[in-house]
């Protein structure tokens, strides 16, 4: 199937849930092809996508403990296009990129509070892992894979891969994660929320490709590792910070406290996995790296510098 004709297909697949209308590519990615077809929006996911994980994914966004956290989808079974698992999803307002100033750090945060509450017990189950270690896995595979030679792009590889080393096996994918846990989104970035109803609505994360039960950390990684690299101001991350532990969150210690100890490991996966990526896209397009590029790679410089992160003993 040509890309021309899967959106033409996702089209005709949002239609059917309300009126027909012109179709619009909101995403044409590996990870994911979403058109918006009026207020219905279909997404194509990867065709690697495990289909059992997404359609308990489904399920779990469609229950009504996530009714004010989630955006519900419209259907919480699974279609198959072109051989690719399709959802359908309400359309939300997204943030807008032209106002940074706007960006909803706080909504976010208290979102990612209110999830990491919600009862695993009381879900429809079983509720699959959540799949940030399996990400980083899979970023540092494609950075193996990729043609670094004549690149200069060598050292940088080499300290990304240093970086990955200062973590445990468990966060780099290759063997279980610990026990126990909650629900996480396991990919939140601001790109993540929408306003619901559109386009004053309460905003509502979207996503569910990585939902499942894991450290809450994990979830406030990419705010840590921008704040930690200098991507957002002091203001901006303490923001976010105080709203999400004074909505209850539970993954950045209590409030007052360094929430570093909780966070350290999360935000120096999450740096290695986006410093991975942005190697291996800049190898691929033969250029160099940009300036948010740069600089989480050289995160990655400065993390393998570091002692190997120590996971706490269990409690005797």
């Given at each position: 199937m040509t890309q021309d004709t899967l959106h033409a297909a996702l089209a005709a697949y949002a239609a059917s849930s309300g009126e027909p209308a012109p179709?619009?590519?909101?995403?044409?990615?590996?990870?994911?092809?979403?058109?918006?077809?009026?207020?219905?929006?279909?997404?194509?996911?990867?065709?690697?996508?495990?289909?059992?994980?997404?359609?308990a994914r489904m399920r779990i966004a469609g229950d009504r403990l996530l009714a004010g956290v989630l955006?519900?989808?419209?259907?919480?079974?699974?279609?198959?296009?072109?051989?690719?698992?399709?959802?359908?999803?309400?359309?939300?307002?997204?943030?807008?990129?032209?106002?940074?100033?706007?960006?909803?750090?706080?909504?976010?945060?208290?979102?990612?509070?209110?999830?990491?509450?919600?009862?695993?017990?009381?879900?429809?189950?079983?509720?699959?892992?959540?799949?940030?270690?399996?990400?980083?896995?899979?970023?540092?595979?494609?950075?193996?894979?990729?043609?670094?030679?004549?690149?200069?792009?060598?050292?940088?590889?080499?300290?990304?891969?240093?970086?990955?080393?200062?973590?445990?096996?468990?966060?780099?994918g290759e063997t279980p994660p610990p026990a126990g846990g909650v629900l996480c989104h396991g990919d939140l970035h601001l790109g993540q929320l929408v306003r619901f109803p559109a386009p004053e609505g309460a905003w509502r994360l979207i996503d569910v490709d990585d939902l499942g039960v894991g450290t809450p950390a994990w979830d406030l990684a990419r705010p840590a590792a921008w704040y930690a690299a200098g991507l957002i101001d002091s203001a901006t991350w303490l923001r976010f910070l105080d709203a999400y532990r004074d909505a209850g969150g539970a993954g950045a210690g209590p409030p007052g406290s360094d929430p570093w100890p909780e966070l350290d490991l999360a935000a120096r996966a999450l740096t290695v996995q986006t410093a991975a990526l942005a190697l291996t896209k800049a190898a691929r397009e033969g250029r160099r790296l940009e300036d948010v590029e740069r600089l989480m790679v050289d995160a990655c410089v400065r993390i393998a510098t570091l002692p190997p992160h120590l996971e706490p003993a269990p409690a005797s």
């Open positions: 179709y619009v590519l909101l995403a044409d990615r590996d990870d994911g092809t979403v058109v918006r077809c009026g207020e219905s929006v279909a997404k194509a996911h990867a065709g690697d996508t495990d289909r059992d994980g997404l359609a955006l519900p989808p419209l259907r919480t079974g699974v279609a198959h296009i072109g051989g690719r698992p399709v959802s359908l999803w309400p359309y939300g307002a997204p943030v807008d990129p032209a106002r940074p100033e706007d960006a909803p750090w706080e909504p976010a945060a208290r979102l990612l509070a209110a999830l990491h509450q919600v009862p695993l017990r009381r879900l429809p189950g079983p509720v699959p892992p959540m799949r940030g270690p399996a990400k980083l896995a899979r970023a540092l595979h494609r950075l193996g894979r990729a043609a670094l030679s004549g690149t200069g792009l060598g050292a940088d590889a080499e300290a990304v891969r240093g970086a990955a080393r200062t973590l445990p096996a468990w966060a780099r």
